[in-house]
């Protein structure tokens, strides 16, 4: 059995999507929600589901061990970012060395790093008019998105796309792939 930690900043659908995934898997259980924002819906959906949460600060995320205990305290094998805006420590990093994954809503390296977040990431792509977007999940190393891609998988732009309903085509992948690539990398 693998344990996951799901670290989330605001509504987690994602995170509650995972969660009952595996939620009678034999190989994978999701035993931690991390957020660094306390009016995170994730945490309401985490406890919910009776799911240990834990709330940091940027801060102690950056200059303590607070989090890294809490990951230990429950042997976490792997963390799975999904919808978490902060950069992770390289510390966090190496001693998770090809055990954080994360999941974009572009195709990365197209509309990545600060700032490239959730409805953002669409208006941009709506606004430059591409023909083609995705979802990129990816392996996380030192730098904002840029790790080894695992999966990607692309949708139409229509002509008359807007960001919201660009959105909403996004969201149903990432619910249908993100919980069995996690399953197939690890
Ligand atoms: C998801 O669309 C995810 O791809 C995106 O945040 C959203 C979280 O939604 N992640 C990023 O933009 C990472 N840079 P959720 O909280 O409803 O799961």
């Given at each position: 059995m693998q344990n996951i930690a799901i670290f989330a900043s605001g509504n987690g659908t994602n995170a509650e999507n995972i969660c009952n995934h595996f939620f009678s898997s034999k190989k994978f259980r999701v035993v931690l929600v991390c957020s660094n924002?306390?009016?995170?819906?994730v945490l309401k959906k985490a406890a919910k589901l009776q799911i240990e949460t834990f709330l940091f600060t940027k801060h102690s995320l950056e200059n303590s061990f607070v989090v890294e205990e809490s990951l230990e305290n429950l042997s976490v094998d792997i963390i799975v970012l999904a919808g978490f805006l902060l950069k992770i420590p390289s510390r966090l990093v190496s001693l998770y060395r090809n055990k954080i994954i994360n999941l974009h809503p572009?195709?990365?390296?197209?509309?990545?790093?600060?700032?490239?977040y959730g409805i953002n990431v669409h208006r941009e792509v709506v606004k430059n008019g591409e023909r083609e977007s995705g979802i990129t999940i990816h392996l996380v190393n030192e730098?904002?998105?840029?790790?080894?891609?695992?999966y990607q998988k692309t949708v139409p732009v229509s002509e008359n796309e807007t960001a919201e309903s660009l959105l909403a085509k996004i969201q149903k992948l990432e619910y249908l792939y993100y919980p069995k690539i996690i399953e197939t990398t690890f």
């Amino acid at each position: 059995m693998q344990n996951i930690a799901i670290f989330a900043s605001g509504n987690g659908t994602n995170a509650e999507n995972i969660c009952n995934h595996f939620f009678s898997s034999k190989k994978f259980r999701v035993v931690l929600v991390c957020s660094n924002n306390k009016r995170a819906l994730v945490l309401k959906k985490a406890a919910k589901l009776q799911i240990e949460t834990f709330l940091f600060t940027k801060h102690s995320l950056e200059n303590s061990f607070v989090v890294e205990e809490s990951l230990e305290n429950l042997s976490v094998d792997i963390i799975v970012l999904a919808g978490f805006l902060l950069k992770i420590p390289s510390r966090l990093v190496s001693l998770y060395r090809n055990k954080i994954i994360n999941l974009h809503p572009s195709l990365l390296p197209k509309y990545g790093g600060k700032g490239m977040y959730g409805i953002n990431v669409h208006r941009e792509v709506v606004k430059n008019g591409e023909r083609e977007s995705g979802i990129t999940i990816h392996l996380v190393n030192e730098a904002y998105d840029s790790g080894k891609v695992v999966y990607q998988k692309t949708v139409p732009v229509s002509e008359n796309e807007t960001a919201e309903s660009l959105l909403a085509k996004i969201q149903k992948l990432e619910y249908l792939y993100y919980p069995k690539i996690i399953e197939t990398t690890f």
